[in-house]
């Protein structure tokens, strides 16, 4: 059972706000009502699937990483601007988020232009 586009979007924005270790409650959810993509994906996740995978262990940075590589280029574009809207979104770049984007960057070959340029685009 892979992962679908909704549930690796959700779930590399969850990785991210572990990456952050203190990202507040507050800043998730401004992350969460200000980010179209992930305001289009989150009702699409079903919960009781997502913790099943859970504990199959397939929902890993690296099995998000696995199935991204097989959607389109724009998704997985989707998918980091989320993930760097967690980043960004305390104003501060911890050293677990640098690492864990500079992973997802380099895994999918898109550079980290082309994602600042869409988390940019998708706040105004």
Same mark, same amino acid.
């Given at each position: 059972m892979s992962l679908n586009k909704s549930e690796v979007i959700y779930l590399l924005a969850i990785h991210m706000s572990k990456a952050d270790r203190d990202l507040s409650e507050e800043e998730l959810n401004e992350v969460l /009502?200000?980010?179209?993509?992930l305001q289009k994906v989150h009702p699409k996740v079903d919960e009781s699937v997502l913790l099943k995978k859970m504990k199959r262990g397939?929902? /890993?940075?690296l099995e998000c990483i696995k199935a991204l590589k097989k959607f389109s280029k724009k998704t997985q574009i989707d998918a980091l601007t989320?993930?760097?809207h967690v980043l960004a979104v305390d104003g501060k770049v911890k050293k677990g988020e640098s690492k864990l984007m500079a992973k997802l960057l380099t895994e999918l070959n898109i550079d980290l232009e082309t994602v600042t340029k869409g988390y940019y685009d998708l706040l105004t």
């Amino acid at each position: 059972m892979s992962l679908n586009k909704s549930e690796v979007i959700y779930l590399l924005a969850i990785h991210m706000s572990k990456a952050d270790r203190d990202l507040s409650e507050e800043e998730l959810n401004e992350v969460l /009502s200000k980010n179209p993509i992930l305001q289009k994906v989150h009702p699409k996740v079903d919960e009781s699937v997502l913790l099943k995978k859970m504990k199959r262990g397939k929902v /890993s940075i690296l099995e998000c990483i696995k199935a991204l590589k097989k959607f389109s280029k724009k998704t997985q574009i989707d998918a980091l601007t989320v993930a760097f809207h967690v980043l960004a979104v305390d104003g501060k770049v911890k050293k677990g988020e640098s690492k864990l984007m500079a992973k997802l960057l380099t895994e999918l070959n898109i550079d980290l232009e082309t994602v600042t340029k869409g988390y940019y685009d998708l706040l105004t």
